[in-house]
């Protein structure tokens, strides 16, 4: 059974700090999706990373996948507020269909 | 394009009343999704269908049963509500392609009594 696991759940942050979030899984799987979610809202696509050694990058966001270690990590550079949310990792469970499990989310609070 | 939409968006079910979900997209998807979002538990899968004309039980689907109508639509029923049941409800559509990423809807916001 596919299981995934973000750490930490909750990371408060202060602004123009580096911080890094953790997933890991538990099988193999082809592809890796990091979403984010404002409170109330709902599921914005931020990166897939579909190989090993895939980086993604995106302003102050990068995500990488190592799929011998089956962890991806999320890395926020020189935080700022408007980067609180929370973040949620997801892997394609290898069905039709490409259903995914998700982690529990880590919600990430900047302040200055 | 409206992407992914939901309705309703709130609900108040007493306990043992049923309901439908409604769920469409304009993307001509043919992968759609139901997900639950409790606190504390990220999402978690209930039904899918890969394709129109058919659905598989995700991670959840106890208490609920899906219709996929057509392409564009996915429903999802709630037969006897129960408090547990109390969530928000998240309908997504993918193609099957290079990154099948998922898009989702607003949701749906229900809360059995």
């Known amino acids: 059974e596919l299981k995934v696991e973000q750490n930490p759940l909750f990371l408060s942050m202060q602004e123009g700090k580096n911080y890094t979030i953790y997933c890991n899984y538990s099988t193999t799987s082809d592809r890796l999706y990091w979403y984010r979610q404002d409170p109330g809202k709902s599921l914005e696509s931020l990166f897939v990373?579909?190989?090993?050694?895939a980086v993604k990058q995106e302003g102050r966001l990068m995500a990488s996948l190592d799929t011998k270690a089956r962890l991806s990590t999320l890395h926020i550079t020189a935080a700022v507020h408007d980067l609180s949310a929370t973040y949620f990792c997801a892997v394609d469970n290898n069905q039709a269909g490409t259903a995914l499990i998700f982690g529990k989310g880590t919600t990430l609070s900047v302040s200055s | 394009n409206a992407g992914v939409t939901q309705t309703p968006k709130f609900q108040v079910l007493k306990t043992g009343q049923s309901m439908t979900l409604q769920c469409a997209q304009d993307m001509n998807h043919n992968s759609m999704y139901w997900y639950r979002q409790d606190p504390g538990m990220g999402l978690r899968l209930i039904y899918y269908?890969?394709?129109?004309?058919?659905?598989d039980k995700g991670e959840v689907p106890n208490g609920y049963n899906v219709s996929r109508l057509n392409k564009r639509e996915f429903s999802l029923r709630l037969e006897s509500a129960a408090p547990s049941q109390t969530s928000v409800y998240f309908c997504?559509?993918?193609?099957?392609?290079?990154?099948?990423?998922?898009?989702f809807g607003p949701g749906t916001r229900l809360t059995v009594l």
């Open positions: 990373l579909l190989s090993n050694g």
């Open positions: 997504a559509s993918s193609e099957v392609g290079y990154t099948d990423t998922q898009y």
């Open positions: 269908s890969a394709s129109e004309g058919t659905t």
